[in-house]
């Protein structure tokens, strides 16, 4: 298979699964998880933080290609860390306020400070919440192993 083939295959299969997840039940809603809606916003919010990163990947054919394959990474991602949340739910793991600031002020000190890691998130395209929210999804997601 040629190369260009493949990574049409490749999409195709992306697109699939975007498109099989999704149920198209719902509007603005990609996928569900036990029920809780995963939504459209959060995928292209997510992909459109990657896409200012770095604009010249999804550029030009191969770009548009490229577009359909992250967003079905994306989408897989928030599917686990929403399947991650009801199960650290039902067994009562919970990561409080308190670990996720003391876990900031770790980054903020290997960033040099409140302001390098303020302009390391800039360039991320991150926000505090974002970060927070990563921060405690990582923390539950290690305490479920």
Request: with cysteine; proline share 2%.
């Amino acid at each position: 298979m040629r190369p260009r083939s493949r990574s049409s295959a490749a999409v195709a299969i992306a697109l699939m699964l975007v498109l099989a997840v999704a149920g198209c039940t719902n509007a603005g809603v990609v996928a569900k998880v036990n029920g809780q809606p995963i939504k459209e916003t959060d995928l292209q919010a997510q992909f459109d933080q990657l896409k200012a990163s770095a604009p010249q990947m999804f550029e030009g054919e191969e770009g548009k290609a490229r577009e359909a394959e992250y967003k079905a990474k994306i989408l897989e991602g928030l599917i686990q860390t929403e399947l991650i949340k009801q199960a650290a739910e039902k067994l009562g793991v919970k990561v409080t306020d308190k670990e996720v600031d003391d876990y900031l002020k770790t980054l903020e000190s290997q960033y040099g400070g409140t302001e390098g890691l303020k302009q390391a998130m800039s360039q991320a395209g991150i926000t505090t919440d974002q970060l927070k929210d990563s921060v405690k999804d990582v923390r539950m997601s290690a305490r479920l192993k």
